[in-house]
């Protein structure tokens, strides 16, 4: 396998674990643990998921460039990309939506609930897919 390829691979799963730790496993456990209230789990998921996102992004720049030294095909790069857009939308277009209602929130107020935040699972699903896909054919490139 190309060095590359395995580069590829490899962060390709690491960043899979992520998303399937942090968004899967503990953003929706975080609200069962004793003590944890809704503006409490608001403002932790707050800044977990600025901190995951920001490392996403590390990952993502990093994953272009080990793509374009491996000289990968598009059936790795399609899935990547789709992962890639799909965070870049998070960050962009969803993540502002969640944040005014977490605000009011903190602030206090009885906000409704939003439905960005169903867009945002969506896109995690996305992404999750798009990872394995992209990781599974970088691993069958090599």
């Known amino acids: 396998m190309d060095g590359w390829l395995a580069t590829t691979a490899g962060i390709t799963f690491f960043w899979t674990g992520v ?5 899967f496993i503990e953003a929706p456990l975080k609200f ?3 003590g944890i209230t809704v503006p409490l789990g608001l403002g932790i998921g707050r800044l977990v998921f600025r901190a995951v996102n920001s490392l996403e ?6 994953l272009v460039v080990a793509l374009v030294l ?11 990309a789709v992962a890639i857009a799909a965070l870049a939308l998070q960050v962009v277009v969803v993540r502002p939506a969640l944040s005014k209602r977490s ?3 903190l602030a206090g107020e009885d906000a409704p609930r939003s439905h960005a935040h ?21 691993l069958a490139s090599g």
């Open 118 to 138: 169903l867009g945002y699972v969506a896109f995690e699903c996305v992404k999750l897919i798009a990872l394995v896909l992209g990781g599974v054919s970088a």
């Open 19 to 23: 998303v399937v730790a942090i968004s």
């Open 57 to 62: 992004a590390l990952l993502a720049m990093v």
């Open 103 to 105: 605000d009011a929130v």
């Open 32 to 34: 069962r643990a004793p």
């Open 70 to 80: 491996a000289g990968a095909d598009a059936l790795v790069w399609v899935p990547l």
